[in-house]
């Protein structure tokens, strides 16, 4: 296990727009000077809370502190995974920062795994880490994929991801889909330090800033 931490706080600024905009935003911020990263990749997520949904009920009441875990892996949902990383998320105000314990652990995952199984298997996964996180408090809450890809400015202080395709799984008897977001999920990342520049940079894209979870909205479509 190897834990790697980012200790500057950032700004994760949010837009969300219909997915046939999407080209031409993403042409706006190349001709504004952004470029393509590296290619875009799918990413799955299994978000955990306690029992109290404490990090969920932080977020919808929108408390100025929050924490929020989070097992992520690169590729295919379902198949053999051959490693994660237990992302630890805390936010404070408007900034926040995230702790990233790599995990270098093969698992398979199944589609037909039941709630029980996937306590089960959260608890082997994250076991040489419980003296950095809780995690005998924390139990599976939420699943969910989705495609992003990544640009950045030629300054490379401002990061830009944008996800589409999101999808939304339930998880009792087996895991199984539940939504698909067609909606495109912009987030805007910057340090700390660089926001009295980010509208200046960013003054050309002509939305408004909005408030997005998808651990949130992936824990109401599965209880709706």
């Known amino acids: 296990m190897e834990k790697v931490a980012n200790n500057t706080y950032r700004f ?6 219909d997915s046939h905009r999407y080209k031409d935003l993403i042409f706006m911020f190349k001709v504004n000077g952004f ?8 990413i799955c997520n299994i978000y955990l809370d306690d029992m109290n949904n404490h990090s969920f009920l932080d977020n919808v009441n929108g408390n100025y502190k929050r924490l929020k875990h989070r097992i992520r892996w690169y590729g295919d949902l379902f198949g053999l995974v051959k490693q994660i990383t237990l992302e630890q998320k805390i936010k404070i105000g408007n900034v926040g920062e995230k702790n990233n314990f790599k995990i270098q652990k093969e698992f398979e995952f199944s589609r037909h795994c039941t709630y029980g199984q996937l306590t089960r298997l959260v608890r082997s996964l994250l076991i040489n880490i419980k003296d950095k996180v809780l995690v005998d408090l924390l139990y599976p809450a939420s699943i969910n994929t989705y495609t992003r890809s990544y640009y950045s400015d030629i300054s490379k202080k401002f990061r830009i991801t944008f996800d589409k395709n999101v999808k939304y799984y339930s998880f009792q008897n087996k895991i199984k889909l539940e939504k698909i977001d067609k909606r495109i999920i912009i987030e805007i990342k910057y340090d700390n330090e660089n926001d009295l520049h980010a509208s200046e940079i960013l003054k050309f894209i002509n939305f408004r800033l909005g408030k997005n979870s998808k651990y949130v909205n992936g824990a109401v479509s599965v209880r709706l």
Do not use: A, M, T, Y
């Not at 994760?12 to 727009?17: A, H, L, M, S």
């Not at 470029?35 to 799918?42: M, Y």
């Open 35 to 42: 470029s393509e990263l590296f290619p875009e990749r799918q």
């Open 12 to 17: 994760e600024r949010k837009i969300i727009i």
